[in-house]
Nanobody
């Protein structure tokens, strides 16, 4: 089992940057594929970015491609989401997620098995 705790959210002006971090505890972290999702008020939880167990493959939602970067450090049991050129429409609660399918680099919320509690990101115009 894996426990996930997100941090790094906050309030930022449009055009600014934030770096989210997800700290994992438990065994075999390096065998899990990881992802970031987000959920805005009144909307479904949506996939943002995913990374395979080794970090060798990543995938991004079209809405964040070129602005966000997902990465992981298996030795530290950490996953990161660097968010640049933030827009008001990026405002949401951001969640870290882990999947047993170690080669997965994308998916729906139903494809991921463990979730963090979320961290709020608010981007003002």
């Amino acid at each position: 089992q894996v426990q996930l705790v997100e941090s790094g959210g906050g309030f930022v002006q449009a055009g600014g940057s934030l770096r989210l971090a997800c700290a994992a505890s438990g065994r075999s972290f390096s065998s899990y594929a990881m992802a970031w999702f987000r959920q805005a008020p009144g909307k479904e939880r949506e996939f943002v970015a995913g990374i395979t167990w080794s970090g060798g493959s990543t995938y991004y939602a079209d809405s964040v491609k070129g602005r966000f970067t997902i990465s992981r450090d298996n030795a530290k049991k950490m996953v990161y989401l660097q968010m640049n050129s933030l827009k008001p429409e990026d405002t949401a609660v951001y969640y870290c997620a882990a999947s047993f399918s170690h080669s997965r680099n994308r998916g729906t919320r139903y494809d991921y098995d463990y979730w963090g509690q979320g961290t709020q990101v608010t981007v003002s115009s």
